[in-house]
């Protein structure tokens, strides 16, 4: 019988090792260079677990901006040749929420114990 492991139970299995052994039983440059490779792979486990819904908002929040759906990646250069020719104006209130939004998502992913995210989800 073949069973396939979840990667995101094998990540954190890998972390937890780093974390509870590895770091643990080395010192130096190899401790801090496990610490960081533990931290690259939360980073990644989040990645995967939030960052598809994250495009999808951010899709939706630039398709309703440029008034045109394309993919994601068409979308982000259409708004950046926007913002550069003037079409869009960089203070234009539906911008900022989209740029808010979509930066609270990057945090979220890479970094979300920091405080400001925290307080800017009304977390804290």
Not at 40 to 55: D, H, S, T
Request: glycine share 4%; aromatic share 4%.
């Amino acid at each position: 019988m073949s069973e396939q492991i979840d990667a995101q139970v094998l990540i954190a299995t890998v972390v937890r090792w780093l974390r509870e052994e590895a770091v643990e039983a080395l010192s130096g440059a190899a401790r801090f260079d496990a610490r960081v490779a533990a931290n690259a792979l939360e980073i990644a486990a989040r990645e995967f677990a939030l960052g598809p819904a994250a495009a999808d908002r951010e899709s939706e929040r630039l398709a309703a901006l440029l008034g045109d759906e394309k993919d994601l990646e068409a979308m982000r250069a259409e708004l950046c040749q926007r913002l550069s020719s003037g079409a869009i104006d960089a203070s234009d209130p539906a911008l900022l929420r989209h740029l808010r939004e979509s930066v609270l998502d990057q945090v979220e992913i890479d970094q979300p114990r920091y405080s400001a995210y925290r307080r800017a989800r009304g977390e804290a």
